[in-house]
Structures are given as structure tokens and as C-alpha cells.
């Protein structure tokens, strides 16, 4: 028996336009919100917050301090599950990764990873981009975290040159190009002292966020903090 007006109206909504889990295709359920509770549970989760320096804190080892890092789930090229970064990416369903990032708080609040941590922000997208996309999605993520901790979201970087794909530059080069596309606002002046939780979709190599967390490294007295929603396998 469905007991509200507006459970009803999702049902017949579903009806008329299935709404689809992006992991396994099946309808969605009407009290199914973004994945269907199979693919939910079956979310192969990092679980690096229960790790002491976890793989993904050895990778900001000796390029900069930071206090803790883990990822919601892991990404793998082809893998069902990736299809939900595509989605929160270039589908304008940025609300999905919202909804996931509050999930992300609930699941792992008994390993404290969130204690302590002030205020969250993300990792900013060039103007040229956000144009075409028309959001980023990072910053939903973040903001998603950031209700859900009942903390502010502040906009502390920006991305000063668009992001270019780099596959014919050296590793070096790649490196060098990459921090000059990052600095702090003027805003950042209020977060000295603070805790910050930098926000992304993915860590793959790293070196987006390595650079980011450096940048915001620049405020007097702040901790860093990072969080993805998903994770490559790291090496
Ligand atoms: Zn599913």
C-alpha cells in the first residue's frame, strides 16, 4: 500500500518514464532514489578510513602534509560502477553524487573520519568548462558532504587555466603544467586555522589534488584533509 500523495505520484512517474539504475539497468523502484538496493549493497567499497596511512595517504607521502585521505568506493575502467562517475559527470545528474556523498557520511561515521573537519571544498573546474557543462560536479559532492556534516561549503581554489588532457607530455612536464592551474581565492584569508576537507569525483594519479591540498596548504595553521567519492586502484 503506497501511504503518501507523493509516493504515489513517484510511482506513477516510474511508470510513465522508468527511472534507471545507471549500474545494472533495472527500473528503479518508487522508494529506490538514485541505484537500486542490490547495486547499493553490493558497492565495493575502499575502505580506507579503517586502514592507518592507507594507500591513498601514501600517496601524498613527501609531496604534501595532510591528515587524512579515503575514497567512498573503488573505480575501475569498464567496471558497472564506473558508470556512475560518467553520469555525475557528463549526464547532468550531479544530484546522484549529492545523494551518494551523504550516504558516504552516514556509512562511515563509525571510523571518525569526518571528526574535527570545519568546513569542505572542492576541486574547482575552469570557467571554459563549467560553461560547457554547465556545473561541476566536485562541488556538489562537496556540498553534499558539507549538509550532511551541517558544515559550511566554501569555494577556496580556483582553476586558473583549463585542465588539457597532457597524453603526449612527459610525467615531468605533465607535473610542472598542472600547478600552475590552481590558486586560492581571496575568501581562503577566513579558513586560517581550519580544518579543510578537499572534495573530488575521483583519484586516479593523484596529482590534481596533490596540487590542490598544496595550494590550500598556503593558509596559516590549516589542516587538509581529502575525500573522494570513488578511487582507482593505487598503487
Ligand atoms: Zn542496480
Redesign the pocket.
Same mark, same amino acid.
Given at each position: 500500500m503506497l501511504k503518501t500523495i507523493k509516493q504515489w505520484l513517484n510511482a506513477a512517474a516510474d511508470v510513465v518514464m522508468p527511472r534507471i539504475?545507471?549500474?545494472?539497468?533495472?527500473a528503479l523502484d518508487s522508494d529506490e532514489k538514485w /541505484?537500486?538496493r542490490?547495486? /547499493?549493497s553490493a558497492l565495493p567499497r575502499t575502505r580506507y578510513e579503517d586502514v592507518d596511512f592507507n594507500t591513498m595517504e601514501q600517496h601524498f607521502a613527501g609531496k604534501v602534509p595532510i591528515e587524512r585521505a579515503s575514497a567512498y568506493f573503488y573505480y575501475e575502467k569498464g567496471s558497472p560502477y564506473a558508470s556512475i562517475l560518467h553520469d555525475i559527470k557528463y549526464h547532468n545528474l550531479p544530484g546522484m553524487g549529492r545523494w551518494l556523498m551523504a550516504r558516504a557520511v552516514r556509512d562511515m561515521q563509525g571510523s571518525h573520519f569526518f571528526d574535527g573537519i570545519d568546513v569542505v571544498t572542492a576541486v574547482p573546474l575552469h570557467r571554459s568548462k563549467l560553461a560547457r557543462r554547465g556545473y561541476n560536479q566536485s562541488e556538489y559532492l562537496a556540498r553534499g558532504i558539507a549538509e550532511a556534516l551541517s558544515i559550511p561549503y566554501i569555494e577556496a581554489l580556483k582553476a586558473i587555466r583549463p585542465h588539457s588532457t597532457q597524453t603526449r607530455k612527459g610525467a615531468l612536464e605533465r607535473w610542472q603544467n598542472i600547478q600552475d592551474n590552481y590558486a586560492l581565492n581571496k575568501n581562503a584569508d577566513q579558513l586560517a586555522g581550519k580544518h579543510i576537507l578537499l572534495v573530488d569525483d575521483v583519484i586516479t594519479t593523484g596529482s590534481t589534488l596533490i596540487v590542490c591540498a598544496t595550494a590550500l596548504k598556503a593558509i596559516p595553521n590549516v589542516k587538509v584533509s581529502v575525500f573522494t567519492l570513488s578511487s582507482a586502484r593505487l598503487e
Open positions: 539504475c545507471p549500474v545494472c539497468g533495472k /541505484l537500486c542490490k547495486c /547499493l
